[in-house]
T-cell receptor, first 112, second 115 residues
Framework: DGGITQSPKYLFRKEGQNVTLSCEQN?????MYWYRQDPGQGLRLIYY???????QKGDIAEGYSVSREKKESFPLTVTSAQKNPTAFYLC???????????FGQGTRLTVV | AQKVTQAQTEISVVEKEDVTLDCVYE???????LFWYKQPPSGELVFLIR??????QNEISGRYSWNFQKSTSSFNFTITASQVVDSAVYFC????????????FGGGTRLMVKP
């Protein structure tokens, strides 16, 4: 079955640690995205990548980093510079321009 | 800048009631695309509909219907004869033509359908 797989489902981070969230897709989509969702709020764009080896900052990129070495994979690193990382993180992909996005099931990150 | 407003943060209805979720958007672009997504408790967003700014026809898909009115910048979503399985958070979103694939989301409406 084609889709987007995010792992882990739950992640706990200690203060000062970097953590990496995985996102893999087998839909053969060129574009991939990372969104952050806070309770009772909509989704905000962190980073996006339209093609391999290229990515751009979204609205809230500070404290995050990404890489896009393979078409299928778009991992997100939450660095210690992100002061309030507790949130629900969603990865998505799109086939073309202005088409519907396909989403993974998300990773819930909690700082302990 | 583009903006999407979903004024209803939570709606509670009893099964079989009809319910309308409101969505109002702002954009300077004449060409844009509107979307609705459903987020069930499992977390992933599920695509429901995409509408471009040149197509103001209302759409019906089973118990779901959408009313797009450019004059009021609204793209409202109605569920007829609601069911418990409709309980979810629903998001309205916008892509401007010159914004590539950048979705701007509303804050979401949590719909609770009680048996």
């Amino acid at each position: 079955d084609g889709g987007i797989t995010q792992s882990p489902k739950y992640l706990f981070r200690k203060e000062g640690q970097n953590v990496t969230l995985s996102c893999e897709q087998n839909l053969n989509h060129d574009a991939m995205y990372w969104y952050r969702q806070d309770p009772g709020q909509g989704l905000r764009l962190i980073y996006y990548s339209q093609i391999v080896n290229d990515f751009q900052k979204g609205d809230i990129a500070e404290g995050y980093s990404v890489s896009r070495e393979k078409k299928e994979s778009f991992p997100l690193t939450v660095t210690s510079a992100q002061k309030n990382p507790t949130a629900f993180y969603l990865c998505a992909s799109t086939e073309g321009l202005r088409t519907e996005a396909f989403f993974g099931q998300g990773t819930r990150l909690t700082v302990v | 800048a583009q903006k999407v407003t979903q004024a209803q943060t939570e709606i509670s209805v009893v099964e079989k009631e009809d319910v309308t979720l409101d969505c109002v958007y702002e954009t300077r672009d004449t060409t844009y695309y509107l979307f609705w997504y459903k987020q069930p408790p499992s977390g992933e967003l599920v695509f429901l509909i995409r509408r471009n700014s040149f197509d103001e026809q209302n759409e019906i898909s089973g118990r779901y219907s959408w009313n797009f009115q450019k004059s009021t910048s609204s793209f409202n979503f109605t569920i007829t004869a609601s069911q418990v399985v409709d309980s979810a958070v629903y998001f309205c979103a916008l892509i401007e033509n010159n914004a590539g694939n950048m979705l701007t989301f509303g804050g979401g409406t949590r719909l609770m359908v009680k048996p």
